[in-house]
């Protein structure tokens, strides 16, 4: 693995996203171009940082480490808090743009395309090896509990991770 | 929290989280970059970021190290077939989560914009999933044409129709 390349990768995610999750189809593209991860790595990942406290992006550290180690759960960190210092940037610059008509149509239109990305990234995780009938059924539980956004979502991972217990050992 | 110390108005708070939601990245850290910086210029913003970041990291990684640890042992690999198709399924729901309004924003304006949020999301998903062109570039792309598609009026025509028949006016 190329330290940089990596870095480089991760940050290129990052600058291109919106949200905690939006670096993900990019990443996903890229590492498994490379080789340098799995499809169920990123299910790991996501996991780990649904479980643990802070932003939810902080998942990307969890895949860091799961890739490459501490050097990728620290070259991760690097790559998720330089973007959102551009922030700083948009607010200085903002009140010159902010009546452009165009404006809000280029973010209506990324984030439909980051809705779209990760339309296409939630169907390569679920049709990934290994994931049968049954782990459709968990995904599908999992959607239609969550949009009732009444049950927190460790929860709902400790249920999922149940479920695999009893379903596959 | 930050109301109740009267750091910021609430005023301030909505200002700056609308900015935060342009910047690329986690939003939550360049909420607290912004906070920082009103508050004690560099070192807030080294405050405020490095509080957000330092302790949750550290659990990230630790945990994540914790769980390598452990992946190999069979009925841990049992609970992770489990956990890992509910994350995939944690991807479609914030799939949703996001398109939600910006479907609802389409249905508002008619039946056209509506079209074209749902063509959207869809040659998008198909431009990544099946023909697996760069994401970057695809998400530029949609920048571009949302942009072009959804400034303002989207058919002249109409507004051409709208001008000739002031009674129709649209809102």
């Keep these: 693995m190329n330290p940089l390349l990596y870095f480089l990768i991760f940050l290129k995610a990052s600058l291109f996203s919106t949200g905690g999750l939006g670096n993900l189809p990019s990443l996903h593209q890229d590492l498994l171009a490379n080789g340098w991860a799995t499809e169920s790595d990123f299910g790991k990942a996501v996991a780990v940082g649904q479980i643990t406290p802070g932003p939810n992006g902080l998942w990307v550290i969890a895949l860091g480490y799961i890739t490459y180690g501490w050097l990728g759960a620290a070259l991760a960190l690097a790559a ?81 991770g149940a479920a695999g217990y009893i379903f596959f050992q | 929290m930050i109301v109740r110390h009267k750091w910021l108005t609430d005023e301030d708070y909505v200002r700056m989280w609308a900015l935060c939601t342009l910047a690329p990245g986690i939003n939550q850290l360049a909420f607290a970059t912004l906070i920082g910086r009103k508050l004690a210029g560099w070192p807030g913003i080294a405050a405020t970021v490095g509080g957000l970041l330092v302790p949750s990291s550290l659990i990230t990684a630790l945990l994540t190290a914790g769980f390598t640890a452990i992946q190999s042992w069979p009925p841990f690999q049992a609970v992770l077939r489990g956990v890992i198709p509910a994350t995939a399924g944690l991807m479609f729901m914030v799939m949703i989560n996001m398109g939600r309004p910006l479907v609802r924003e389409g249905l508002r304006e008619g039946q056209r914009r509506l079209i074209l949020t749902f ?22 792309v949609g920048s571009g044409l949302g942009g072009i598609f ?7 025509s109409k507004q051409v129709e709208a001008a000739a028949e002031p009674a129709k006016e649209q809102p």
């Design chain 2, 150 to 156: 959804f400034k303002a009026p989207l058919f002249p």
């Design chain 2, 119 to 140: 063509a959207f999301i869809l040659l998008v998903g198909f431009m990544i999933g099946f023909l697996k062109w760069p994401v970057i570039g695809v998400l530029l």
């Design chain 1, 80 to 160: 998720i808090i330089i973007p959102p210092f551009i922030v700083l940037l948009v607010a200085a610059g903002y009140s010159k743009i902010e009546h452009h008509p165009a404006v809000r149509g280029v973010m209506r239109g990324l984030s439909l395309a980051v809705v779209g990305s990760l339309l296409a990234t939630a169907g390569s995780l679920i049709s990934a090896p290994g994931i049968d009938w049954k782990g459709w059924i968990i995904a599908a539980l999992t959607v239609a509990v969550g949009l009732t956004n009444r049950v927190h979502v460790v929860f709902m991972l400790l249920a999922a």
